[in-house]
């Protein structure tokens, strides 16, 4: 092959075919190219098996055009927000405002929550009205106050007329025809990946590091009837991914998971968050209420608010833990209220907070 033929095949490969010769069939060029490398998710074995469906297996290339896709502000209507917007890494993809802005500085009443280890979850949003992550990803795309786009068309436009996405999809799943479904797939993929399992706790539980005395009395608070945070948050996911009223109020300005089944008995329940990484992803609650974790403390330190549908497990809005008559609370001394915050403070994962892998690819 002489020079001009050389470089002529290289432009060809790197760009592709122009969909309207007649002669090029793109997805042959593509699926002959097609060969995605599997991959497998490492987790530890006080986790449950993973969500992902046979029809959506891992690879590196589903995993990166996901990636791309979740800091892409190309996904919003007007190229301004990308999930990245309200998911941040730094804050173990939460956001760090009570509520964060969607397109046209749209705000919504509930805070952005965490992406961790969902993976291993099977109902998602405060108040569990999706149920996978590949139905959850095409919610913000349409919400008003998120992504704001009002069918696919326009986006699936927005991608393929985009330098890097026909290529991106063609490596994933051997084709460059993008649609809707390849879309959530890919995003659904990353989001997989977003797995924080070596945090201090994890450590000292898997005998690498010891505890310091306030940490060992904040787990112990924390996992006895003393502050009996572990039926609703136990250890591993540090979430058991059902609802519950935890008594924030007596009367609901947000109804939470009544809205999704209509019934009477789930008025003011939300799924319980996961408290890994906790530090990083004020402030609290489905609506942002709490800036801090003494206030998240001092909460449950009181015993909540009674209503109908509070959570048989928020005994202490009418007892305590050493049944003394008259007094209700967990009736923790300012000690005991350090240690357990201490505790808290080991379920932070830094090096999930950093890891260039989940982070912006167009920093790279
Ligand atoms: C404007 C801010 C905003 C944008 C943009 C946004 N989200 Fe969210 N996200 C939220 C809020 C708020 C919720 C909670 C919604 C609810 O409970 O009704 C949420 C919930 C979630 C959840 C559920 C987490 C869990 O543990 O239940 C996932 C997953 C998620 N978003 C992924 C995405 C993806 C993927 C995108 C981009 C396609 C995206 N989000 C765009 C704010 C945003
Ligand atoms: C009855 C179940 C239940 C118990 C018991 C419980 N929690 Fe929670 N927790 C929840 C639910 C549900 C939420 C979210 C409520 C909401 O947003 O409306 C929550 C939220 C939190 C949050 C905020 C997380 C975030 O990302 O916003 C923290 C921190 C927390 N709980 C810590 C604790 C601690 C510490 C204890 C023990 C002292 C405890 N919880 C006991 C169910 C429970």
Redesign the pocket.
């Known amino acids: 092959m002489n020079r001009l033929s050389i470089i002529i095949l290289i432009i060809f490969i790197i760009s592709g075919c122009d969909k309207y010769e007649p002669d090029c069939n793109i997805s042959e060029v593509c699926s002959e190219t097609f060969t995605p490398t599997n991959i497998s998710l490492t987790y530890p074995n006080n986790f449950p098996s993973p969500n992902t469906p046979e029809w959506n297996p891992l690879t590196e290339e589903g995993v990166n055009l996901g990636r791309h896709l979740f800091y892409d502000p190309i996904l919003s209507s007007d190229n301004t927000i990308s999930c990245a917007s309200c998911h941040k890494q730094e804050y173990a993809f939460g956001d760090n405002t009570q509520f964060s802005f969607g397109v046209n500085q749209a705000l919504g009443t509930r805070h952005s929550?965490?992406i961790m280890n969902v993976a291993f979850q099977e109902q998602f949003d405060?108040d569990g009205k999706s149920n996978s992550l590949e139905e959850q990803a095409s919610r913000p795309i349409f919400n008003e106050i998120e992504l704001h786009n009002n069918n696919w068309s326009e986006v699936i436009n927005r991608l393929a007329m985009s330098d890097i996405y026909p290529d991106l999809f063609c490596a994933a799943f051997g084709t460059e025809e993008i649609d809707s479904l390849s879309i959530v797939m890919a995003i659904s993929q990353f989001e997989r990946t977003l797995i924080s399992s070596n945090s201090r706790f994890d450590q000292w539980l898997r005998g690498e590091v010891a505890f310091t005395s306030e940490e060992l009395d904040g787990f112990n608070i924390?996992s006895s009837e003393r502050?009996?945070?572990f039926?609703?948050?136990p250890t591993g996911l540090f979430t058991d991914n059902i609802f519950?009223n935890?008594g924030?109020d007596s009367d609901f300005t947000d109804m939470?998971r009544y809205d999704i089944t209509g019934n009477p008995l789930d008025k003011g329940l939300?799924?319980?968050?996961t408290?890994r990484n906790?530090e990083f992803?004020a402030p609290?609650?489905?609506d942002g209420r709490f800036n801090t974790?003494d206030e998240?403390?001092e909460h449950?330190n009181f015993g909540g608010y009674d209503s109908p549908t509070v959570?048989p497990?928020?005994k202490y809005i009418y007892t305590n833990p050493y049944n003394i008559p008259g007094l209700t609370g967990?009736l923790l001394t300012e000690e005991e209220k350090a240690n357990?915050k201490a505790f808290?403070l080991t379920l932070s994962d830094p090096l999930f907070i950093e890891n260039p892998n989940l982070s912006n690819p167009f920093n790279d």
């Open positions: 929550p965490t405060w924390f502050g009996d945070c039926h609703c948050h519950h935890n924030l939470g939300f799924k319980s968050p408290l906790i992803s609290y609650m489905h974790l998240v403390i449950y959570d497990l928020m967990l357990l808290l």
